[in-house]
């Protein structure tokens, strides 16, 4: 029975720790947008949806590889491309 003396308070103390929590959350945005990102993912940047101008840019912006690499691999396997 005094157990419960220690409990209740500490589980009262945690409820209020808990709402605490919830309107942080809620006052920092945390909960704006909870689909965007599980749609994001669906739909990657594909080259054909841009237009040639974007393509161009797009182009001049990544780093030109080099030589391609070549690894040494065992007889039986086929290089990885």
């Not at 006052?27 to 689909?35: A, G, I, P, V, Y």
């Amino acid at each position: 029975m005094t157990i419960l003396y220690l409990l209740i308070p500490l589980s009262l103390i945690l409820l209020g720790l808990a709402v605490w929590a919830f309107f942080w959350a809620v006052k920092n945005d945390q909960f704006d947008d909870l689909e965007g990102p599980a749609h994001r993912i669906l739909f990657d940047e594909d080259e054909n949806d841009l237009s040639p101008e974007q393509r161009r840019q797009r182009q001049q912006a990544k780093p030109r590889p080099s030589e391609p690499s070549t690894v040494d691999t065992p007889d039986d396997q086929e290089p990885r491309p």
